[in-house]
């Protein structure tokens, strides 16, 4: 009997590792601007390009992170507007996905990038990444999921 509760104890770990990595892979590596500039810069000037892409993406990440933290005591104060700002969330995304289905059929034109310092490459990914809406919206959605369950 004791051998298979220590099964039924690895199993759930093992489950447990397995939900975690999915979890943590969708949210590294969602689709989206940082991760096509990334391509480009990897593919047309070299992999430090695209790796300190990347990084840019990653700092402005860490300091939606810590504003977040600072947030979350100001924001606590607001749980029964939480209804109402994520009506608002649901609208400003459905808006994102009427202008990208308006724009599917419109292709720019694919310039040719020259070769650039590697300090560009960083604050290309950092300031995609900081004034883009999604990285925020998804931490503030996150930040009113967390509130909604009551810590």
């Not at 509760?5 to 590294?28: C, D, H, K, Q």
């Not at 459905?94 to 040719?112: K, T, V």
């Amino acid at each position: 009997m004791q051998g298979c509760i220590g099964v039924v104890v690895v199993l759930e770990v093992l489950v447990t590792i397995l939900a975690g990595t999915g979890i943590g892979l969708s949210l590294a590596a969602p689709p989206g601007p940082v991760n096509a500039i990334i391509a480009s810069h990897t593919v047309t000037r070299s992999w430090r390009a695209g790796f300190l892409v990347g990084l840019g993406a990653t700092t402005a990440d860490t300091i939606f992170l810590g504003v977040s933290v600072l947030a979350h005591s100001a924001i606590s104060s607001i749980r029964g507007w939480i209804p109402f700002i994520a009506f608002l969330g649901a609208g400003v995304l459905a808006y994102f996905a009427w202008n990208a289905f308006r724009a599917w059929n419109r292709s720019g034109d694919i310039l040719e990038s020259k070769p650039e310092e590697h300090a560009k490459s960083y604050a290309t990914g950092l300031s995609v990444n900081i004034t883009s809406p999604f990285p925020f919206l998804d931490v503030a959605s996150r930040l009113i999921i967390q509130l909604a369950e009551g810590d």
